[in-house]
T-cell receptor
């Protein structure tokens, strides 16, 4: 069974601080995808990044960066110079690729989420 | 248009009511999903439709009845719900042939009295 663990339930930082959100996963699949989603108070889940299991390159997008380490089954997310607008719940997720009716779709297993609060 | 639109945004219903949640996307996605999210919990998959056919039902009680009338629309019909069914119901869509990121709607906040 797949499992995603986000050990940090809540994190509180002051604006401009850097913050890292941890994610550890378990899967028996050799091919899988990892995701980070942001859920602001408005409710919708906003896609941030997708990583496949064969691509261990770290990625940077503006103030966001991700560190994927297969050896430790971790996919951590760092926000540099945090801003108040970064306040949200962040979910790490793991997908298994399933096939039904001849098509593929993703079935996501989410972590419990980390509530990030950035104070001015 | 990269939006998934859900209506209504809020719904309050009694246990004997029948109501429907609606989801619409115009991105040409052929896989659509219903997720349920309780407060302070992660989303949980309920149903997956692929090419308008129900592909996955995650052992959801029959008081929830999904429907996919066409490739752009996904409904969730509700009947005889229980107070514990109160939650945020999220719709999502994705490319069907190659798994892509899910696009989520902003959800319907459902309260069952």
């Amino acid at each position: 069974a797949q499992k995603v663990t986000q050990a940090q339930t809540e994190i509180s930082v002051v604006e401009k601080e850097d913050v890292t959100l941890d994610c550890v996963y378990e899967t028996r699949d050799t091919t899988y995808y990892l995701f980070w989603y942001k859920q602001p108070p408005s409710g919708e889940l906003v896609f941030l990044i997708r990583r496949n299991s064969f691509d261990e390159q770290n990625e940077i997008s503006g103030r966001y960066s991700w560190n994927f380490q297969k050896s430790t089954s971790s996919f951590n997310f760092t926000i540099t110079a945090s801003q108040v607008v970064d306040s949200a719940v962040y979910f790490c997720a793991l997908s298994e690729i399933s096939n039904a009716g001849g098509t593929s779709y993703g079935k996501l297993t989410f972590g419990q989420g980390t509530i990030l609060t950035v104070h001015p | 248009d990269t939006e998934v639109t859900q209506t209504p945004k809020h719904l309050v219903m009694g246990m004997t009511n029948k109501k429907s949640l609606k989801c619409e996307q115009h991105m040409g996605h052929r896989a659509m999903y219903w997720y349920k999210q309780k407060a302070k919990k992660p989303p949980e998959l309920m149903f997956v439709y692929s090419y308008e056919k129900l592909s996955i039902n995650e052992s959801v009680p029959s008081r929830f009845s999904p429907e996919c009338p066409n490739s752009s629309l996904l409904n969730l019909h509700l009947h005889a719900l229980q107070p514990e069914d109160s939650a945020l119901y999220l719709c999502a869509s994705s490319q069907a042939r190659d798994f892509e990121k899910l696009f989520f709607g902003s959800g319907t906040q459902l309260s069952v009295l």
